[in-house]
């Protein structure tokens, strides 16, 4: 029988915060692990991270603002049922989450899956607050907040430290500490839609020192959270 792995919903639900290249990261931590993960994709006005994947990985796409992308999504997770599927969320998702959100909520125990959540913040407020909404329609997922490392040092997210979010959150999740990339590598791989695997063969040797030091940062982090047979560490 084959291994159920989770469904990672990399979140955050406004442009910027970094979703994008948490998912890549992901993508690529999951693939060097040994286990089989599938992307869908639901920014499909700009699907970037799919374009980037879709030579390494299975993709589709679905757009999540209204109930034939939810039903969709879910009948991709069903299909699927022997790989980790990777959730990359759209901007705007966040109306689309209230309305139709439950229909993935009210499936999970059929599809045997876990919903895991890796939201994605910056040091601003709506980051939050956002969360907060998602987590009405989802309450009982295990949550793991990223605090980018583009926007600064951890002890620089006052706010969210700060909050009674977090400590809500870190009874079940982590707080994660997602490396900045240099710009120079950052811009290489959003420009030549690229994967990490692929950046890694094909990137300049001074850009492959910076990519495999950052990569080895991301896979500290993610060990942390996700083990080689998919089970979700609890604190």
């Known amino acids: 029988m084959d291994t159920v792995h989770p469904i990672y ?14 998912t890549l990261a992901l993508a690529d931590y999951l693939q060097r692990q040994g286990i089989h993960a599938v992307l869908l994709e639901t920014d499909t006005s700009n699907p970037d991270v799919m374009k980037a994947l879709r030579d390494d990985i299975k993709c589709a796409a679905y757009n999540l603002d209204d109930a034939d992308g939810w039903i969709g999504f879910v009948n991709f997770c069903d299909s699927h049922r022997g790989a980790a599927v990777i959730v990359n969320t759209a901007a705007r998702n966040q109306t689309g989450v209230t309305r139709y959100g439950g229909t993935l909520a009210r499936t999970l125990a059929e599809l045997q899956r876990q919903l895991v959540v890796l939201w994605v913040i910056n040091r601003q407020r709506d980051s939050l607050e956002l969360l907060h909404i998602f987590g009405q329609t989802f309450p009982d997922t295990l949550t793991h907040v990223v605090r980018n490392g583009y926007f ?17 959150i870190e009874t079940k999740g982590r707080s994660l500490d997602f490396p900045d990339l240099a710009d120079r590598v950052a811009d290489e791989l959003r420009s030549q839609r690229i994967s990490i695997r692929k950046a890694a063969e094909v990137m300049q040797i001074g850009q492959r020192a910076e990519l495999f030091r950052w990569r080895e940062l991301c896979d500290a982090m993610f060990s942390k959270v996700i083990s080689i047979e998919g089970i979700i560490h609890e604190q």
């Open 152 to 168: 600064g040092e951890p002890d620089k997210f006052t706010l969210y430290q700060e909050s009674q979010l977090r400590k809500a």
């Open 9 to 22: 919903l990399v979140g955050g639900s406004k442009g910027g915060v970094g979703k994008s290249m948490v």
